[in-house]
């Protein structure tokens, strides 16, 4: 059974730059988070997919930052321009049902540094 | 708006003592789910359990048992003869059954079970 994979693991990149990182989630998972965590805190929600519908975007998702799931399978989070404060862990989790029906199973993240 | 709260910023142990990491929530629905993930230092979050509103009884896996009081908006866990494997960050989670469907997270508790 394949868990939740994220790729790349670590990104090192310099301010302005733009960035993009891939979650592959559990296969027969239709709903697909993006959470980011920064340093001594818990995960914040980012943005939710249902299949490739992106159904909810929290604030914190700003002007700079988007996220597809064109084929209901694979999503993307993308960051322009990025600044030094994107500096965060990046997780992706997956589940089969909606809200706290369904387990939420978290990839490995992908660490962004921006310096 | 949903809140969770986790007191103990970090609680050190040596082998063999039981500990008890805290949360408490809030919410203002009546249905709603809690969890608890622990992230050891590689970073991924490993899920542990979820809890519906509707089940108070508490729950024994092994050495991890889990108190559910909705009296007290409460959902603690005890980790019983710690063992130096159990050192990581550990994080409390809730999902409403309504409105946002994504976890809000507490800022953990960091966990260190000396040998």
């Known amino acids: 059974d394949t868990g939740v994979s994220q790729d790349p693991r670590h990104k090192i990149t310099k301010r302005g730059q733009n960035v993009t990182f891939r979650c592959d989630p559990i296969s027969e998972h239709n709903r697909l988070y993006w959470y980011r965590q920064t340093l001594g805190q818990g995960p914040e929600f980012l943005t939710y997919f249902q299949n490739e519908a992106q159904l909810e975007k929290s604030r914190l998702l700003s002007d700079r930052f988007s996220a597809e799931r064109p084929k209901g399978s694979f999503s993307t989070l993308e960051i322009q321009r990025t600044e030094q404060g994107d500096s965060a862990m990046y997780l992706c989790?997956?589940?089969?049902?909606?809200?706290?029906?369904?387990?939420?199973?978290f990839g490995p993240g992908t660490r962004l540094l921006v310096l | 708006a949903q809140k969770v709260t986790q007191a103990q910023t970090e609680i050190s142990v040596v082998e063999k003592e039981d500990v008890t990491l805290d949360c408490v929530y809030e919410t203002r629905d009546t249905t709603y789910y809690l969890f608890w993930y622990k992230q050891p230092p590689s970073g991924e979050l490993v899920f542990l359990i979820r809890r519906n509103s509707f089940d108070e009884q508490n729950e024994i896996s092994g050495r991890y048992s889990w108190n559910f009081q909705k009296s007290t908006s409460s959902f603690n866990f005890t980790i019983t003869a710690s063992q130096v494997v159990d050192s990581a960050v550990y994080f409390c989670a809730l999902s409403e059954n309504t409105g946002r469907r994504a976890l809000t997270f507490g800022s953990g508790t960091r966990l260190q079970v000396q040998p």
């Open positions: 989790a997956s589940s089969n049902r909606a809200g706290g029906q369904g387990t939420q199973y």
